[in-house]
Structure formats: structure tokens, C-alpha cells
């Protein structure tokens, strides 16, 4: 096993450890925004009938071919058909019918002209009334055919397919009330330090909150998984082993934050080894170098560093495209702009250092990011008020105002088109 991996490749390893969940069936509201798991068809053409797509009168086109301004055309009004009324009979030459948006056409008629360009010659425009056109209208003006949102038995929407609100009524609207999609992964998060106490407890002296917990946890749900916060295990290997083994035959994902660095109480890579094989320790990124990732009984297991920012990088950069390969989504990665940086940054550090950071443009419409003044990597509030992460590329090189960087959108859908 190397001793310390790229982002990339870390990220690699993990994506080839786990598979595709399988399908199940759920209520279409609980599909939004996941991945369709097989093809959906129509059961019908949608829309059934033509109909009008303006308020006005039905005609036969043919009837106002010579109309003009100087010759007009008038019609006498036979019927009105609101929405959800049908008129069936015929509509004799010099005869039209009054039609609302969304009616059905008649079934004699095969032109709708709306009524701003309908001048009344009597009556009040409805049955009974005498109409008059100063224009001819195209064949099938303002007519909606049937079936041009959906034939019957035409795949609507593909295996695959990420389904977003829009879909979401068009699968409705296709009579499909439910929907196969790949299955949310059960993610447990296991909080490591013989330091922590559970929130709202105020810690004592020495102690801290389990502040990670609750982050990983809302990173997970924030990745399409369901999550469970398991209870804190104090700096013991073999009660982290208990505990991580239980994990691994109930979840189909295992996060452990804290003890992942080679501090005398640091236990989750020997338990990895232990129960399973370990694949990987450290990642050159800062924060979040130490980074480990294995299998036991066959069920990823990693665990992320104890800092905050170092926890949260790992489970950005790292774990949520796993747990979006799960969900058999295709676009795994938070999608990156460059942007111009408004001050010098000095390497210490050689490895790649991912600052948190904001991104807005600038007085002359370029974009422009801006590191936060604080990088501790114990901090979540920082990230909480930043948009993106500044990478400062591997090497002690320094980074100088006005130089392009790249800003990784932590924020923005990975498959957004930049
Ligand atoms: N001699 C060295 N020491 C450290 C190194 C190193 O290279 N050499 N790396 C540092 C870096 S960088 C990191 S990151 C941490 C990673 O270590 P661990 O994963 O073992 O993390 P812990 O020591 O358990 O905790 C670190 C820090 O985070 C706090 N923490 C832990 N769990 C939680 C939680 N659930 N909620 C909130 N905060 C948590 C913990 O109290 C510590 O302050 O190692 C450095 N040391
Ligand atoms: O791995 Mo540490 O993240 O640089 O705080």
C-alpha cells in the first residue's frame, strides 16, 4: 500500500469499492432528485385529445383563407366549450364554436384563433353571437396534438435518468404514481475520542462535543443516503472493533471520525486491518490528510480524520462521490471554476491545500476567490460561511494575488454544465 495517495486516486480506490445499490419502488414524490432505476413509460397519450392553447374560437381554416382587413370573414358562434367539455357535432361552413384554453377542439374543427383578434358583431361572443375575423389562419393554429408530451407505451423517462421536479409531474401526468429508483445507502457514522460528549451536554474539563457526528450525518443525507449517528466509542481498539464490525453487517457504509492519525489512542486503521484489508491511510490534502479506507466482511469502511474541516473535506471530496456511485448517479464530482485570487498565499506545506474560501465577481465581472483569514481545520464555521474551496496546488511554490486558481463548488450540483 503506498504511504500517501492523491486526491484523485483516493477518490478512485474508494469509487471502485462499492456497487450500484438495487432498486426500489417508492411514491413519486420520494424520487425527486434520485436515479430512475428502470425505463418508465407512458400509459396513454398525453395529452389524450387535441385542445386549444388559447381562449377563442374553433374554426375550419378553410373558411378564412380569403379573410382580410379589407374583406372580412364572419362566423355565427354555435357553441361554447369550456375545459373539461366536448362538442361533437358538426360545424356547418360560416359557423364557428367558442373555445377555453385547454378544451377539448371539436371534433369538426381544426384551427383555434384566439379572441384578442376576434372582433364581435353581435351578442356577447358566446353562443348565439356573430364573430368577425380580419385574417386567415394557418391549419392548426394554436392547437395542442395529442401525444405530444407522451405516446402510450413511449419510454418517458430512461433507467438512469436523474428524475428533478419538472419530471416529477411528467411521470404524473404519464400515470406513473411510482417509480423504480436505486435504493438511498444506509450510512453509519461512528464518532471516535474518549473526549467527546454528546450535544447539548456542556463538556467538561478536557472534553469537547461531538460536533463531527452531526456533520457527517448531514453530509450523508445531503448525498441521497440515510444516516444514523451511533454512539460515541471512547479511544479503545477493541470496543472501536465491536463497534465498526456491528456497523459493517448493518449498513452499506461505515464512517468513523478521529483516531485516524498515528497518535498512541489513534485505533481505526489497525481495527480495518484487523477485521477486513485496509486499502489506504493518507491523502496528500490539507486539511484531511489522514484519510483511511478498507473493507470489512465486504462493506466500505472509512474513516475520516478527527478535525472538523480535515472530516468534512474527506467526506466531500472523497465519500460523496461513493455514496453517489451507490445511488448510481453519473456525475460524481463537485463540479470546479477558475477564479482569480485577491491575495498572495505562501506554501509551508507541500501538500495540496484546499482553503476555504468565497467566490463572487469582481468589479469587472470576473470571478474572484477569496481564502477565509482562519484555515484551522478545527473549524465548521468557517465552512459554513464560505462557497467553495481554493485548491493551492501541491509544492511550496507560492500562490500570487491575481493568479487563476482553481475553486471547487461544494455548493453547486455536480452535474451542472459551467
Ligand atoms: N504528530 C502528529 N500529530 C498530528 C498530525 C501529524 O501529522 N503528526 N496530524 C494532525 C492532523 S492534520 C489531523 S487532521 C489530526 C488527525 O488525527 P485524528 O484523526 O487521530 O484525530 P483526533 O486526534 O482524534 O482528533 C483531532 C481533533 O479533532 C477533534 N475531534 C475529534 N472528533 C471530534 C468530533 N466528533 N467532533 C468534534 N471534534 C472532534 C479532537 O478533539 C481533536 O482536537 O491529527 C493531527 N495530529
Ligand atoms: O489532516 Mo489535518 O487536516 O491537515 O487538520
Known amino acids: 500500500m503506498p504511504s500517501m495517495i492523491s486526491l484523485e486516486e483516493a477518490r478512485a480506490l474508494v469509487v471502485s469499492h462499492v456497487s450500484v445499490l438495487p432498486a426500489e419502488t417508492v411514491p413519486l414524490l420520494d424520487a425527486i432528485g ?27 381554416a378553410s373558411d378564412l383563407a380569403e379573410a382580410s382587413e379589407q374583406s372580412p370573414v364572419e362566423l355565427d358562434v354555435i357553441a361554447d366549450v369550456p375545459a373539461g367539455s366536448t362538442y361533437e357535432g358538426p360545424i356547418a361552413p360560416g359557423r364557428c364554436v367558442r373555445i377555453m384554453t ?25 353562443t348565439g353571437s356573430r364573430v368577425r375575423f380580419s385574417e386567415p389562419c394557418k391549419l392548426g393554429n394554436n392547437v395542442r396534438q395529442p401525444g405530444e408530451e407522451a405516446r402510450e407505451g413511449e419510454t418517458i423517462v430512461h433507467e438512469g435518468e436523474v428524475i428533478h421536479p419538472a419530471g416529477i409531474g411528467f411521470l404524473a401526468g404519464c400515470g406513473a404514481l411510482e417509480v423504480a429508483v436505486r435504493r438511498r445507502p444506509r450510512v453509519a457514522v461512528i464518532p471516535i475520542g474518549s473526549e467527546l460528549v454528546e450535544p ?31 454512539p460515541i466509542v471512547i479511544d479503545d481498539e477493541d470496543l472501536l472493533a465491536q463497534a465498526v464490525e456491528r456497523a459493517a453487517a448493518e449498513y452499506d457504509f461505515v464512517v468513523t471520525t478521529g483516531g485516524a492519525s498515528n497518535g498512541d489512542f489513534d485505533f481505526i486503521k489497525p481495527v480495518v486491518e484487523r477485521l477486513g484489508t485496509l ?20 462493506t ?14 474527506g467526506f466531500s471530496l472523497i465519500i460523496r462521490p461513493a455514496l453517489r456511485a451507490m445511488q448510481g448517479y453519473a456525475a460524481l464530482e463537485h463540479p470546479c471554476v477558475k477564479a482569480r485570487i485577491t491575495s498572495s498565499k505562501k506554501k509551508k506545506d507541500p501538500r495540496r491545500i484546499f482553503s476555504r474560501a468565497t467566490i463572487a465577481r ?38 500570487l494575488e491575481g493568479d487563476m486558481v482553481e475553486c471547487i463548488l461544494l455548493d453547486a450540483p455536480e452535474d451542472i454544465v459551467l
Open 279 to 298: 486499502y489506504m491511510t493518507t491523502v496528500n490534502m490539507r486539511p484531511g490528510k489522514a484519510q483511511t479506507f478498507g473493507l470489512v466482511n465486504g
Open 362 to 399: 469582481g468589479a469587472d465581472g470576473e470571478l474572484e476567490v477569496t481564502p477565509a483569514k482562519n484555515q484551522s481545520s478545527g473549524l465548521f464555521g468557517v465552512i459554513q460561511k464560505s462557497n467553495c474551496v481554493a485548491i493551492m496546488p501541491e509544492g511550496l511554490d507560492p500562490v
Open 34 to 60: 434520485r436515479v430512475a432505476a428502470a425505463d418508465v413509460k407512458s400509459d396513454m397519450d398525453v395529452s389524450p385529445f387535441a385542445h386549444a392553447a388559447m381562449d377563442g374560437f374553433a374554426v375550419h
Open 102 to 126: 385547454g378544451a377539448a377542439l371539436p371534433a369538426d374543427a381544426d384551427s383555434v384563433v384566439k379572441y384578442e383578434i376576434v372582433e364581435t358583431v353581435s351578442g356577447d361572443g358566446k
Open 200 to 230: 447539548p451536554a456542556k463538556p467538561g474539563p478536557g472534553h469537547i462535543r461531538n460536533s463531527n457526528g452531526y456533520a457527517m450525518a448531514a453530509c450523508a443525507i445531503d448525498a441521497g443516503a440515510t444516516c444514523d449517528i451511533l
Open 300 to 313: 466500505p469502511v472509512f474513516g475520516l480524520p478527527g478535525n472538523p474541516a480535515a472530516a468534512y473535506m
